[in-house]
Structure formats: structure tokens, C-alpha cells
């Protein structure tokens, strides 16, 4: 009985790590391509189609990652050549909403907007985004 509580117990706290996201921190990928409707990608598939880089007009690829799951930002320095910029802004404490370009690379930096006058600003989320030619 002891073998299938810890088991259990296991598989809660894999559950709890990934924080709505799977095992490499993807919440979400889209693949994009014209006159088609988005089509979503699980990680393996957003790596491969990343792996062989298709032509600008091809098509792009969403990913929406959760940094809550360590795996995230190990699967991104893995599958993309992003600036270091962008590595940096994951990190550091966030005081201000910002766009800044890093070589041929446009690195954002977003708070929420909440629409409550009485919102806490610790609840209060940011997003870093990292957009180039290379990431199409």
C-alpha cells in the first residue's frame, strides 16, 4: 500500500511542477502559416519545426512558455538563438515596461494592464517577449 501512496504522491507533485504547462514549460504553441488556420504543437513537434528553418513565408511559430517550470528556459537555450537581452530580462527585477532593440532582435518586457483601481500589485505578471527575423 506504502508503493501506491508514494506513487501517487509522485505524479501530484510532477503535476503541481509543471504549473499548467508540459514537462519543458510549453503552454502553448501555434504554428502559423498563410491562408491556413494556426494549428497547435506540442513541444517535440515546435523543436523539430524549429530545427530545419523554413522560409519567412512559410509561416511563423507561437510559443508561449510558463518560466514557473525550470524546464522552460532550458528547452528555449536548447531550440533557439535568442540575445542574450532577452536571457537577461528573465532574471532581473522588472520596474517599467520597455521595448529595446538588440541587434536585429526586438526584446519586450510587459506588465499586465489590470483595469480594477483597487488592484494589488503583486498580483501584477510580466511578460518577456523576444521577436526577430531568425525566430520566423
Known amino acids: 500500500m506504502a508503493n501506491a501512496a508514494s506513487s501517487s504522491l509522485l505524479h501530484l507533485e510532477n503535476v503541481e511542477a509543471a504549473y499548467g504547462s508540459d514537462k519543458h514549460g510549453l503552454i502553448w504553441a501555434y504554428l502559423f502559416v498563410p491562408d491556413r488556420a494556426a494549428v497547435e504543437l506540442?513541444?517535440?513537434?515546435?523543436?523539430?519545426?524549429?530545427?530545419?528553418?523554413?522560409?519567412?513565408?512559410?509561416?511563423?511559430?507561437w510559443l508561449h512558455f510558463s518560466l514557473s517550470n525550470t524546464g522552460a528556459?532550458?528547452?528555449?537555450?536548447?531550440?533557439?538563438?535568442?540575445?542574450?537581452?532577452?536571457?537577461?530580462?528573465?532574471?532581473?527585477?522588472?520596474?517599467?515596461?520597455?521595448?529595446?532593440?538588440?541587434?536585429?532582435?526586438?526584446?519586450?518586457?510587459?506588465?499586465?494592464?489590470?483595469?480594477?483601481?483597487?488592484?494589488d500589485a503583486a498580483n501584477v505578471s510580466?511578460?518577456?517577449?523576444?521577436?526577430?527575423?531568425s525566430c520566423w
Open 42 to 61: 506540442q513541444s517535440d513537434a515546435a523543436a523539430r519545426w524549429l530545427a530545419v528553418p523554413p522560409e519567412p513565408a512559410d509561416g511563423f511559430l
Open 73 to 119: 528556459e532550458r528547452w528555449l537555450r536548447r531550440h533557439l538563438e535568442l540575445p542574450d537581452a532577452f536571457y537577461e530580462s528573465l532574471h532581473e527585477q522588472i520596474v517599467a515596461t520597455r521595448v529595446e532593440q538588440d541587434d536585429t532582435a526586438l526584446i519586450a518586457v510587459i506588465h499586465d494592464v489590470l483595469f480594477d483601481s483597487a488592484f
Open 126 to 133: 510580466t511578460v518577456s517577449i523576444a521577436l526577430s527575423r
